[in-house]
């Protein structure tokens, strides 16, 4: 868990509704290598701690006998659940629960995924308590975007989103720490997850990178969501004076691009996999 924060229930409060419309989706074809990498084939149970509105979760359910979700925010459940059923995905269910909460009464899996959460966690326990959930041989796997990806091939065909620019609108209604729940992170938030889990018991790192997708155009209002669909500008945090705040980042928005119309590169995505030793119980 990050350095002198406490977690709280409002850390990501309000962003559920956006989330899906604002992030970028993970590389084209990450559940297939994934799924390939772990030789999954329809059998075995996939636990996804921190699912969100179930992005990933859905994703993996094809490939396992049951997918669980658990996050610790209802309105992310929700979301998760109203997403499933137009895709026809039955084989599913969502927990409400910390990472901390574990086991929780779920049983044993055959993987368990984190899929930009572990951060958020107390590591060296959760860690600890997952290896015990795993069947042997079972695989506790790490998903986020690609840090440090290699320079962009050549010239985007519109602006890209004023990033900088809407983080400076943040930092001028919020402060220059950024926000998490109802508290702050001075720091920032931890890595070197590869030292957690070598002390958890894990042996070595499997690591596969997804090559990222085509361009994608965005709009005003897929910015507008990517903003509100994060934990350090999650819209309770600007109380009365949200609607405010939203038409300043949109009156940047129009003056970076008059259009409205933004491009950027997806981000490759980064798979590591730990797996728990075939004759450990």
């Given at each position: 868990?990050?350095?002198?924060?406490?977690?709280?229930?409002?850390?990501?409060?309000?962003?559920?509704?956006?989330?899906?419309?604002?992030?970028?989706?993970?590389?084209?074809?990450?559940?297939?290598?994934?799924?390939?990498?772990?030789?999954?084939?329809?059998?075995?149970?996939?636990?996804?701690?921190?699912?969100?509105?179930?992005?990933?979760?859905?994703?993996?359910?094809?490939?396992?006998?049951?997918?669980?979700?658990?996050?610790?925010?209802?309105?992310?459940?929700?979301?998760?659940?109203?997403?499933?059923?137009?895709?026809?995905?039955?084989?599913?269910?969502?927990?409400?629960?910390?990472?901390e909460d574990l086991p929780a009464g779920l049983g044993t899996f055959h993987v368990v995924?984190?899929?930009?959460?572990?951060?958020?966690?107390?590591?060296?326990?959760?860690?600890?308590?997952?290896?015990?959930?795993?069947?042997?041989?079972?695989?506790?796997?790490?998903?986020?975007?690609?840090?440090?990806?290699?320079?962009?091939?050549?010239?985007?065909?519109?602006?890209?989103?004023?990033?900088?620019?809407?983080?400076?609108?943040?930092?001028?209604?919020?402060?220059?720490?950024?926000?998490?729940?109802?508290?702050?992170?001075?720091?920032?938030?931890?890595?070197?997850?590869?030292?957690?889990?070598?002390?958890?018991?894990?042996?070595?790192?499997?690591?596969?990178?997804?090559?990222?997708?085509?361009?994608?155009?965005?709009?005003?209002?897929?910015?507008?969501?990517?903003?509100?669909?994060?934990?350090?500008?999650?819209?309770?945090?600007?109380?009365?004076?949200?609607?405010?705040?939203?038409?300043?980042?949109?009156?940047?928005?129009?003056?970076?691009?008059?259009?409205?119309?933004?491009?950027?590169?997806?981000?490759?995505?980064?798979?590591?996999?730990?797996?728990?030793?075939?004759?450990?119980?």
């Amino acid at each position: 868990m990050p350095e002198e924060w406490q977690w709280d229930s409002t850390l990501f409060r309000g962003s559920a509704a956006h989330y899906t419309r604002g992030r970028l989706p993970y590389a084209p074809g990450y559940a297939d290598t994934l799924a390939g990498a772990l030789g999954l084939t329809g059998d075995g149970r996939l636990l996804d701690v921190g699912c969100g509105p179930g992005t990933v979760t859905l994703d993996m359910a094809r490939y396992v006998t049951e997918a669980v979700g658990l996050d610790p925010d209802q309105d992310m459940l929700a979301e998760a659940d109203r997403r499933a059923r137009p895709r026809g995905v039955h084989n599913v269910r969502w927990v409400h629960a910390r990472a901390e909460d574990l086991p929780a009464g779920l049983g044993t899996f055959h993987v368990v995924v984190f899929a930009q959460s572990f951060h958020w966690t107390e590591r060296e326990r959760v860690a600890a308590t997952v290896r015990g959930m795993l069947a042997p041989g079972g695989a506790f796997v790490h998903l986020n975007e690609l840090k440090d990806p290699p320079p962009d091939p050549g010239p985007l065909p519109l602006p890209p989103p004023p990033y900088a620019r809407i983080g400076d609108v943040v930092r001028r209604r919020l402060g220059p720490v950024r926000r998490a729940g109802r508290g702050s992170l001075v720091h920032g938030t931890p890595n070197r997850e590869e030292r957690v889990l070598e002390q958890a018991g894990f042996g070595s790192c499997e690591r596969h990178v997804v090559p990222a997708g085509d361009v994608v155009v965005r709009g005003a209002d897929d910015l507008v969501a990517w903003v509100l669909s994060r934990s350090d500008s999650a819209p309770h945090l600007f109380g009365a004076e949200l609607a405010d705040f939203e038409q300043e980042v949109r009156a940047v928005l129009r003056e970076a691009s008059p259009g409205l119309r933004f491009a950027e590169r997806p981000p490759a995505t980064e798979i590591r996999i730990w797996r728990k030793p075939r004759g450990e119980r």
